[in-house]
Structure formats: C-alpha cells, structure tokens
C-alpha cells in the first residue's frame, strides 16, 4: 500500500522504520518529506528506493496513507494546508500527542479520514505500543488498513479517544521512563563495584526478562514478584527499601503529571 509519512524526526523515523523492517510496507511503496533533506537521506541509505516527496502535498497527493509525525503544535496547520490542495486527501494517521480527532476534523476538508494513534519509539525495533481511535469518517476498510500498517511494529489496540492521554502517559512516554529506570539500576551496580558495561547488561536482561516472563505466564506481577521474595531475604530488604523511597508513588505521580501536560497542551 503506498505510504507517506511528514515528519521523520525521533516518532516518524522509528515508526517508518519498523514498517519497513517488518515488511508491511516495500521501499518504493513509500513516500516521505521533512524540512531536513538529511532525515530522508539517512533512510534513503538504509532502504534505497524509498521516494523523496518535494512538499507535504506532493506526499499526500502519492499515497493511500499519509502519516502525520510532525510536533503537536504543527499538526493543526498541516491539515489544513493540504486540505486547501482541493484533492481528496488519503487517510490520515496522525500520532501527535494530545491534538483531538474533533480539532483535526474540524480544520479538514469534510470527509477527510483520520486515525489517531499513539505508537512508542520501540516500534522501531517491531516491539512497540501502537494504541489508536478513528475519526467520524474512517470506513471498516480505512481501520484495517491502519491497523495493518501499524501491526507490523508492535501490539496494537484500539482506544476510547477519552483514555489517548493515559495511554500517552503510559505507553508513548514509557520508554522514557524504562530508560531512567535502566539507568538507575546500572549506577547502582557502578557504586557497588560492578564494570558500567556489566551493570548495563544485567539491568537490560533483567528488564527484557521480567517483561517476557509477564507475557508468557499471564501471572500478576505481584505474583511474580513473590516468588522472587524469599522470606527475610535480600529481595524484601530491597522492595522495603523502595517503598520507603515512595517509588511505586513516584511513578503513579509521574503519569499523573504526564496527563495534566497533555490536558494542557490540548487547551492550546
Ligand atoms: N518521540 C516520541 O517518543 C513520541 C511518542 C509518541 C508520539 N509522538 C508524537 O510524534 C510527533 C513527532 O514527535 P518527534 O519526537 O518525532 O518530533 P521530532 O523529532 O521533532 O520530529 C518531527 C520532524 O518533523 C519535521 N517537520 C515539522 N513540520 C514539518 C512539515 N510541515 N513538513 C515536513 N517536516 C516537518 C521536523 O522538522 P523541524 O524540526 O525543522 O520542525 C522534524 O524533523 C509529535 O506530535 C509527538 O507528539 C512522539
């Protein structure tokens, strides 16, 4: 299916990625512009025949699906400037975080077909979060499509636009928080004595292991984790440790934030 994508920055570039990795897409079914040629030209190195479009238009005007992965703050003015175009616009997929399907219809031509979506930057590795909702205009056909596309990078799921922020909060900022968490692990094994690499390998497995073990079990995580918890052991002098440091409220904390973000940016 012919592809374009505005906006190959951090989102757009994994998520493009992932598609063409994953086979959901060929190289020269793909369509792409950004303001910095040198975005394009990266991609172009890693698969030759991807085209460059030479504006937005040009893009929409190639493709059946256009994806939108330009800054929250952009998106707005983007559909409405291809909307003046005339043509039909192809349908959309736009994974700005906190821009409503409402605000986005309401600057398209009427008809237009728009999909939310909210991916997480492991898409580019084809194990990302794709969460996304339609807009009024999106036919049984348009979804499938959409969810054809995203499939290929990950786990998708379809979502009550109400709930985008939340999963914004947790799922398209979670690497972030993954990240810091793999970091802090890993200074910890630095000052206990442990090589940096060393440290970083163990927290990483560690992490990717949990995760896999929660997926092939189906158990609880506190179920997991007892089983990890010896009776006066080293693990509950560790998780004692964490609840006094508030960590499972500072992540609660740190999502709730999130949203407030979100519901702010969406005011503007
Ligand atoms: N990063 C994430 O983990 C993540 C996760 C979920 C969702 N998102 C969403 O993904 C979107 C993109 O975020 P990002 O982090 O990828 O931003 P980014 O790295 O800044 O990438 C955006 C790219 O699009 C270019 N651009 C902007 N307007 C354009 C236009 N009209 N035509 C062509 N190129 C244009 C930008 O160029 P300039 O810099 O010159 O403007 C930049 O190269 C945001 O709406 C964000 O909410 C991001």
């Known amino acids: 299916m012919k592809t374009g ?106 008809g237009t077909r728009i999909v939310r979506a909210m991916p997480n930057t492991p898409c580019m590795v084809l194990a990302g979060v794709i969460a996304y909702s339609t807009g009024s205009s999106v036919t049984d056909e348009d979804e499938e499509a959409a969810r054809r596309l995203l499939s290929g990078c990950g786990s998708v799921y379809k979502v009550e636009e109400s709930k985008m922020n939340a999963v914004s909060a947790i799922s398209g900022c979670g690497p972030a928080y993954m990240f810091t968490a793999l970091d802090a692990l890993s200074d910890a094994g630095v000052a206990m004595g442990l090589p940096r690499k060393t440290a970083l390998e163990l927290a990483v497995g560690t992490m990717r292991g949990a995760a896999l073990m929660m997926e092939q079990t189906g158990k609880h995580p506190m179920a997991l984790r007892d089983e990890v918890t010896s009776p006066g052991g080293t693990t509950i002098a560790a998780l004692n440790t964490l609840d006094e440091c508030g960590f499972r409220n500072a992540w609660i904390q740190a999502v709730k934030s999130a949203v407030r973000r979100a519901e702010k940016m969406e005011e503007h």
């Open 5 to 110: 994508i505005i906006g190959l920055g951090k989102m757009g570039g994994a998520l493009l990625r992932g598609m063409l990795k994953a086979g959901a897409v060929a190289p020269d079914e793909v369509w792409v512009y950004d303001h910095h040629h040198e975005n394009v030209q990266a991609l172009q190195e890693e698969y030759p025949g991807v085209h460059e479009a030479p504006a937005e238009a040009a893009a929409a005007d190639a493709v059946e699906v256009l994806i939108l992965a330009v800054k929250p703050h952009g998106i707005l003015p983007l559909i409405s400037s291809l909307s003046e175009q005339g043509a039909d616009l192809p349908l959309l997929i736009s994974v700005a975080a906190a821009v409503s399907l409402e605000d986005m219809e309401d600057c398209a031509s009427d």
